[in-house]
């Protein structure tokens, strides 16, 4: 279990040295006034960091702790996690949730890759009543994603992603007044959408809190009920592509079409009339 321990550390060392290197990188594109403000604002974002780390970490300390804990990084790994959570689910049921939904949070507010295995291990643990669960707590992550955002990650965001947020807010715009909240499920639908970029880029192009949120609960909603629906195959499923076949992702992809038609049927009535 000492490799689990040692991943976890070198994932805390990447995400902190990527915190600094955008303080370098904007130290060398901005004015000195600029990159002090800047500096300052992800100096806080790295003590919030920390700070759900260390919360995180308590957690995980009230195991034992107990070693065999850890984030999975694959699904043979997740298998032998769903065993062991299990045992927890029947001898400390509370502790389980609490874990399993802070871990959830914190992967989704801090753009950490796994809600894919989270949500396998929710259902594994729970059934389909672990659809509702990861639906909400998805909703939940991504706004705390982009409260940050607002307030820590607007000019690091332009920075390095200047086109995608030029062309994202270009999108937001087009749909402002002509259904925002129908165009913002359709991107969720699909669950190639970079979804961690939205969550960044949303409090930036002034997408409001509200219909964010409720946009990542329903739009998520199918990708959500896949998967949670798959892990309680777990044990038999063999790679990724056992949930998310192309065959999944084309009924997907018909289904963000077919919700975002209506929009385009006004769009192009008035046009034309």
């Known amino acids: 279990m000492e490799g689990h321990s040692r991943h976890g550390l070198n994932y805390l060392k990447l995400y902190v040295y990527n915190i600094l290197f955008a303080g370098g990188r904007l130290?060398?594109?901005?004015?000195?006034?600029?990159?002090?403000?800047?500096?300052?604002?992800?100096?806080?974002l790295l003590t919030v960091f920390l700070g759900f780390t260390f919360c995180l970490y308590i957690l995980y300390w009230l195991s034992g702790p107990d070693e065999r804990l850890h984030l999975p990084r694959q699904l043979e790994d997740l298998k032998e996690?769903?065993?062991?959570?299990?045992?927890?689910?029947?001898?400390?049921?509370?502790?389980?949730?609490?874990?399993?939904?802070?871990?959830?949070?914190?992967?989704?507010?801090?753009?950490?890759?796994?809600?894919?295995?989270?949500?396998?291990?929710?259902?594994a643990l729970y059934g389909l009543?672990?659809?509702?669960?990861?639906?909400?707590?998805?909703?939940?992550?991504?706004?705390?994603?982009?409260?940050?955002?607002?307030?820590?990650?607007?000019?690091?965001?332009?920075?390095?992603?200047p086109d995608r947020i030029q062309y994202f807010n270009k999108l937001v715009e087009q749909n402002r007044h002509s259904?925002?909240?129908?165009?913002?499920?359709?991107?969720?639908?699909?669950p190639m959408t970079p979804n961690w970029l939205i969550n960044m880029a949303s409090p930036i192009v002034g997408v409001p809190i509200i219909p964010f949120f409720f946009s990542v609960f329903f739009g998520l909603m199918p990708y959500n009920y896949i998967t949670v629906q798959a892990g309680e195959i777990l044990r038999s499923l063999e790679s990724a592509s056992d949930v998310i076949s192309?065959?999944?992702?084309?009924?997907?992809?018909?289904?963000?079409?077919?919700?975002?038609?209506?929009?385009?049927?006004?769009?192009?009535?008035?046009?034309?009339?």
């Open 27 to 44: 130290a060398s594109c901005c004015a000195p006034n600029t990159v002090l403000m800047q500096w300052s604002k992800l100096l806080q």
């Open 81 to 123: 996690l769903a065993i062991l959570a299990e045992d927890y689910k029947v001898n400390r049921p509370v502790y389980t949730l609490v874990l399993l939904v802070s871990v959830y949070i914190y992967k989704q507010s801090f753009a950490i890759p796994g809600s894919f295995l989270l949500n396998l291990l929710s259902g």
């Open 129 to 161: 009543k672990g659809f509702p669960l990861v639906s909400f707590l998805s909703a939940v992550g991504a706004t705390h994603c982009y409260i940050l955002s607002k307030y820590f990650g607007r000019d690091t965001l332009k920075t390095y992603f």
């Open 179 to 190: 259904g925002l909240f129908r165009f913002l499920i359709s991107l969720r639908l699909f």
């Open 246 to 273: 192309y065959k999944t992702m084309l009924v997907l992809g018909v289904v963000a079409v077919l919700n975002f038609a209506p929009v385009l049927h006004k769009k192009y009535k008035s046009k034309f009339s």
